[in-house]
């Protein structure tokens, strides 16, 4: 149901244990923890009474809600921060002790006698009972669907950013809570909750009915989440799955053992076993395709279920247990598409009706389609409709192969696009399925390929999100100016990746543009085999393959490929020798999929690669960087994200300067082993950008830093073991962003920061052990935006006087471990 995390009760229950604590403790703030503490006593029952009652609140109540759970998160912040302090500090004890009680009187207004609250309890009992008459009803209507119609996905035309959650969403048009979907969710939680002997059940669809729609609407289902105990696994299984790494992740889930890595043992199912587990657990598996995976991924487990979201049936597992989702009817496809197409509910009186529903019509019900189609058309002449109208009638009547006519259909849309960004969709299925595709490899790719500048590309991706082409998922901390491209990442719906390769796909295999692999597989398609005595044309070659040793690769020609992509999964990867016949290579993307470091082979085939812009790795191991015969004077850009470096980078022989001489931005990330940053940095004098991020062993930073003279950038943040800054820092004159958040045992900015006099921002979140700041802070003429943690906050705050141009941001504290789950 829809009420805040708070009406889950963990916050009121730990609220009321640090209150405990703080009575103990604390004489200062003992009286109002007390009264606070048996105000939230008496609320607890209340809260439970909502919690378990199934149905959402109005927006009026659930308003009143939210205020009153983040005031109550507020004090268990405040309560944490009381427990924390030490008793010596008498000044910060009254401050925290003033505070309390200010809060308190404001919780005891707010719920004014609980009566607010009593009444909410009774309001969801009615709601409840009202819900189940309901249900009966629906039953002896039968095909009959009462439902109202809209729902959340017409509160935004265009969902630009969404988190990760949200890229579950099938097509992202979010909560379609019409009465086809409305009914498929009453289907489906009636197999998984009120049938016992149905162990696994399915959800099977067309791709882009809105298959994954209903399962995560399932999810979100207050009586699915009080069944199962909140006790929910998602998983999307692709085409192309890492099953031992799934297998892992149920079987983690299932036992309560979630450290468990995909190289561990799954014991044998025994019924001595079988006895020790029976909580109830939900395990989704969304996209599969193939039989025998699904068949590894089912544990018949007591009190386990599992739901199976597919384009396919799989009789034999699944029986007659499934729900087939159904098109949408006609009055659901008009409100979806003028939703798209208009960013209303229905067809404006200055549209032609008749051309709207022609339209409409052709799209035959299909969720994806109607979207997609109307976010092309929105805002163009009423000629450009009759285009589109005309083109889609031409198609073939939509029966049995409706999904294979879909791309055709569908690519009326893309076809419609201006030339550069419709190229720019095509390359999108260089990426695999089901995959976060990197906005810092995606910039790179357009900007060499399309000769276009970085804001110029990411326009061209905002466009495409504003079409339903793609989905970007942001980062909590990404947004202005300083953010960095690595911050952010593109989805995409896997029947519009379908779509990018069907269009790229066309024609001879050797004059293609696009040389790509649909799905991961053991070997190179035989059609490159059959092709490999003429030269390939390629513009992009992506390749997306398992272990490869040298003997595994063809001889092939690439002399007019700009982008080569590398995906793959294995321990050990032998890098293609035809890398030697790529003389026009501007930009190296090798991602390894697997959980593991993957060792680099035949890294020196890299060494002639003069005319290379761009460098991406991503877990592997580099033991050696190769040897140049030339300096790499193009390279702008190196990004090292997960890799083992393993001193690489600090060889005695090793100068990145005259390796790299002309590099702008270095980016390493989450690479463990990297405990100081090579002297040789400091000398490459046309570095701008450096960030250094979630490297939880960088302990110290080069004395020279400060002869980075060019430098802008500077990310250091979430590097816990880095305990100062080097004095070298305040030397860095071109300085206008600074980065150290997450540095927590930082104590102290350098005394001479004011020198910095271009710095423009400083991100210092949860650093809070620097307490007090240097005089020369004053000096930083050109500072203007301060984001850190509250008790740093009252230190910046008493220099706002002396800079008055200075805003200090308190922003709310933001974790995530989504890169995990990769």
């Known amino acids: 149901m829809a009420v805040t995390d708070f009406f889950a009760g963990e916050i009121v229950v730990e609220l009321l244990k640090t209150l405990i604590s703080i009575s103990r403790k604390s004489l200062l703030c003992k009286p109002s923890a007390d009264q606070l503490k048996t105000t939230v006593e008496e609320l607890l029952p209340i809260i439970q009474e909502i919690k378990y009652s199934g149905v959402e609140v109005p927006a009026t109540r659930q308003f009143q809600l939210d205020r009153l759970s983040q005031t109550l998160k507020d004090g268990l912040e405040l309560s944490h921060k009381i427990l924390a302090s030490g008793r010596w500090n008498m000044y910060k004890n009254l401050l925290l002790a003033r505070k309390m009680e200010k809060l308190t009187k404001k919780v005891s207004v707010f719920l004014n006698g609980l009566l607010q609250a009593h009444v909410l309890a009774d309001v969801h009992h009615m709601r409840f009972e009202t819900a189940e008459r309901f249900d009966r009803l629906e039953q002896r209507l039968g095909s009959m669907k009462i439902g109202a119609g809209g729902g959340g996905w017409m509160q935004e035309a265009v969902k630009r950013v969404e988190m990760e959650e949200e890229k579950r969403v099938d097509g992202g048009f979010g909560n379609l809570m019409g009465m086809g979907i409305a009914l498929g969710k009453k289907k489906v939680k009636e197999m998984i909750i009120e049938r016992e002997d149905f162990g696994v059940v399915g959800i099977s669809g067309i791709g882009g009915s809105g298959k994954t729609t209903l399962a995560a609407e399932v999810c979100r289902d207050g009586q699915v989440i009080s069944y199962f105990n909140n006790r929910i696994l998602f998983l999307t299984v692709s085409q192309s799955p890492n099953v031992e790494q799934l297998r892992a992740k149920i079987w983690g889930f299932i036992s309560g053992s979630d450290s468990m890595g995909c190289y561990d043992v799954i014991p044998e199912w025994n019924l001595q076993f079988q006895c020790q587990i029976g909580t109830r657990s939900l395990v989704v598996l969304d996209d599969v395709w193939s039989l025998s995976v699904l068949e590894q991924l089912i544990f018949r487990v007591p009190g386990c279920k599992t739901l199976v979201v597919s384009r396919f049936e799989f009789q034999t597992v699944l029986n007659a247990n499934y729900y087939k989702v159904e098109?949408?009817?006609?009055?659901?496809s008009m409100l979806l598409f003028c939703h798209s197409a208009f960013g209303q509910r229905t067809i404006p009186l200055a549209a032609n009706e008749n051309l709207v529903k022609q339209i409409v019509n052709e799209c035959k019900g299909l969720p994806l389609a109607?979207?997609?189609?109307?976010a092309s058309l929105r805002s163009q002449p009423e000629m450009y409709w009759r285009s589109a109208q005309k083109r889609l009638s031409r198609g073939e009547p939509i029966c049995e192969s409706h999904e294979s006519n879909l791309v055709d259909r569908m690519a009326i849309s893309i076809n419609y696009l201006p030339e550069k960004v419709r190229e720019c969709f095509l390359d999108l299925g260089s990426f695999p399925e089901d995959k976060k595709i990197p906005l810092e490899v995606l910039i790179?790719?357009?900007?060499?390929?399309?000769?276009?500048?970085?804001?110029?590309?990411f326009a061209i991706l905002v466009e495409l999100a504003g079409r339903n082409l793609l989905t970007l998922v942001k980062d909590a901390r990404a947004g202005d100016m300083y953010s960095s491209y690595f911050e952010i990442s593109v989805t995409q719906h896997d029947v519009l990746r379908d779509l990018a390769l069907h269009l790229s796909n066309r024609g001879n295999i050797n004059v293609r543009k696009r040389l790509l692999m649909p799905k991961m597989d053991t070997e190179l398609p035989k059609e490159w085999e059959r092709n490999v005595d003429q030269p390939f044309h390629a513009q992009i070659v992506s390749i997306h393959i398992g272990e490869m040793k040298e003997m595994d690769w063809y001889r092939m020609e690439f002399p007019k490929a700009e982008v080569l992509i590398l995906n793959f999964s294995s321990k050990e990867f032998f890098l293609p020798p035809f890398i030697e016949n790529m003389p026009k290579l501007r930009a190296l993307v090798v991602i390894n999929y697997s959980t593991s470091n993957a060792t680099l082979q035949n890294f020196s085939v890299c060494s002639n690669l003069t005319n290379l812009r761009s460098l991406w790795l991503e877990r592997v191991s580099i033991s050696q960087l190769p040897e140049l015969t030339v300096p790499l004077k193009k390279l702008r850009k190196i990004s090292l994200v997960l890799c083992k470096i393993n001193s690489s980078l600090d060889q005695p022989a090793m100068d990145l300067s005259q390796r790299f001489p002309c590099l702008l931005e270095l980016t390493i990330d989450h690479c463990d082993?990297?405990?100081?940053?090579?002297?040789?940095i400091c000398k490459m004098q046309s570095l701008k950008c450096l960030s250094i991020t979630n490297c939880h062993n960088l302990d110290e930073l080069p004395a020279d830093i400060g002869k980075l003279r060019s430098l802008q950038i500077l990310r250091l943040y979430a590097c816990p073991h880095l305990r100062t800054l080097s004095p070298g820092i305040c030397e860095l004159v071109s300085l206008k962003y600074l980065n150290i958040s997450q540095c927590v045992k930082l104590t102290c900015?350098?005394?001479?920061?004011?020198?910095?006099?271009?710095?423009?921002?400083?991100?210092?979140?949860?650093?809070?052990?620097?307490?007090?700041l240097p005089k020369s802070i004053a000096s930083l003429q050109s500072l203007r935006h301060v984001i850190c943690d509250e008790e740093v906050s009252w230190s910046w705050k008493d220099m706002e006087k002396a800079m008055s141009d200075v805003h200090v941001e308190v922003p709310e504290k933001s974790f995530s471990l989504d890169w995990l789950l990769e």
């Not at 790179?444 to 590309?457: G, L, S, T, Y």
């Open 673 to 680: 082993d990297l405990f100081k940053l090579p002297p040789s």
């Open 444 to 457: 790179n790719m357009w900007v060499e390929i399309h000769d276009i500048d970085e804001e110029e590309a």
């Open 749 to 772: 900015l350098p005394q001479g920061i004011g020198k910095l006099v271009r710095l423009e921002k400083i991100d210092m979140r949860e650093c809070s052990q620097i307490w007090d």
């Open 327 to 332: 098109l949408l009817r006609e009055n659901e």
């Open 370 to 374: 109607l979207k997609v189609i109307g």
